[in-house]
């Protein structure tokens, strides 16, 4: 099921005809593929599959950095994430993974029913076509009856797969038999290979509307209507998106910029590309490092800039005996030097005043595997309020709250030189330094 993100009534401006649509894709589908699709043309586009558990569990918050609404499951992963370019524009997908619905129709039809009954928004659907023309003509009929504002039909059986000629003929009798607006999906390998072809292809299907997946995934300019750029120009625009706007995991990115090079992923870019470990590595293969310091330092000052905001309060609360802090350990090259992390910082801090070395606890969350640490110093205990996804990353957020609380620098780039610095390089060249997560931690306790 799929339901237009935004306050418009039913009645709204979303309409489903005579669209370009970007197709529900995993992994490919997210903020920055999406608002690149809309900048080549597309005038719909749809976010990667997402399950309604996990949806349930998150937290709607406004990212005032990056200028998104997030919402964030409970161990702090953005699980989906928009923004002002696409309102009006972007759908949301959820429910059964792939076609895992097709097999239960009383199902198909009591959740759109109760999705059209409980929301204000256009309701979509998309299937896949079953083993017969009856079967499917007689399920679309039974979803137009729900009451969603359109259909996307993918013209091949669940078991057929891309290198499967389209069916053609079924979205054809489909778009015949409702009079609900028929979106034509699953002609990117054989019939579109330029946006000259999406016409080619609604007409064949006798669809309302075209919904590119993997064409679009290969170039996304295929939505333009002047015609495609190529493809090292749409992964500069898509890496502009990722790395600097709207942020993404680094696998996320790599994924679907192979995807875009192809038959080039054994070519000199391709291997460059694949030696990357940030961001900026990406940058330096696409030559743009220019661009890469540029939006970095607006990011910075950005961030400062909030930091300073006195409505927002990142002040230390007393948890019991535990000292707390709404923090999260961010560890990338924007943020820390190699090698320098904030529990090495806590470490020289607790020689330097003569202190027992800090002791780490950690416990781990059942229900999504998430980590929180306890980290004692002197007679004092501090820990994030937020889980992080490792025990490693938990314990350092735990030292940057205790170092926060204790007025001490944690090593992040542009900070005051604390004397810290110098003894800790003495110390590496000597031998004597302990590696950064090899001290102070106890195995993680499962709650």
């Known amino acids: 099921a799929q339901m237009n993100s935004n306050t418009m009534s039913k009645a709204g401006l979303l309409c489903f005809r005579n669209k370009l649509a970007l197709a529900p894709m995993v992994r490919v589908g997210t903020l920055p593929m999406r608002l690149l699709a809309l900048d080549y043309g597309a005038d719909i586009v749809y976010c990667e599959e997402l399950i309604d558990l996990k949806m349930v569990q998150c937290q709607r918050v406004e990212n005032e950095v990056l200028e998104t609404v997030d919402f964030v499951a409970p161990d702090d992963r953005v699980m989906f994430r928009t923004c002002s370019k696409e309102k009006d524009k972007v759908v949301f997908q959820m429910g059964g993974m792939g076609a895992a619905l097709l097999a239960d129709p009383d199902k198909i039809e009591s959740i ?61 009798a489909v778009a015949e038999a409702v009079s609900i607006p028929v979106i034509a999906n699953g002609g990117s390998l054989e019939l579109v290979k330029s946006h ?78 694949h030696a990357a470990q940030t961001n900026q590595d990406i940058c330096q293969v696409f030559g743009m490092m220019e661009y890469y310091q540029k939006v970095e330092e607006e990011q910075q000052k950005r961030k400062e800039r909030l930091q300073s905001n006195p409505n927002i309060d990142t002040s230390p609360v007393l948890d019991g005996d535990v000292v707390t802090m709404p923090v999260r350990f961010e560890r990338s090259e924007r943020e820390y030097p190699p090698q320098i992390t904030p529990k090495m910082y806590l470490l020289e801090w607790s020689r330097r005043e003569k202190l027992e070395q800090p002791a780490y606890e950690t416990v781990q969350r059942a229900q999504d595997r998430a980590f929180q640490s306890t980290v004692a110093v002197g007679e004092k205990k501090y820990r994030s309020t937020l889980w992080e996804k490792s025990k490693k990353f938990a314990e350092q957020a735990a030292a940057i709250v205790s170092l926060r609380t204790l007025g001490v620098p944690e090593g992040r780039i542009g900070e005051e030189n604390s004397g810290l610095v110098n003894k800790r390089k003495r110390e590496e060249k000597n031998g004597e330094l302990e590696k950064p997560d090899d001290h102070c931690s106890e195995r993680p306790r499962a709650r």
């Not at 059986?157 to 053609?168: A, F, T």
């Not at 000259?196 to 064409?215: N, T, W």
């Not at 300019?221 to 190529?230: T, W």
């Open 196 to 273: 000259e072809d999406i016409e080619k292809f609604r007409e064949a299907a006798g669809a309302s509307s075209v919904m590119l997946a993997r064409a679009a995934m290969w170039n996304p300019s295929i939505f333009c209507s002047k015609g495609a750029v190529s493809v090292d120009q749409a992964m500069e625009a898509y890496i502009k998106y990722v790395s600097f706007s709207y942020g993404l995991d680094l696998k996320l990115t790599m994924y679907c910029l192979f995807s875009m090079l192809r038959d080039r992923v054994e070519s000199a870019m391709g291997k460059q590309l």
């Open 112 to 172: 759109l029913s109760t999705l059209v009954k409980g929301v204000s928004k256009p309701v979509t659907c998309k299937i896949r076509i079953l083993p017969t023309l009856e079967e499917t003509v007689s399920l679309v009929k039974r979803i137009e009856k729900t009451g969603v504002s359109a259909i996307a039909v993918h013209g091949r059986m669940k078991i057929e797969r891309p290198q499967h000629p389209v069916h053609c003929d079924y979205i054809q």
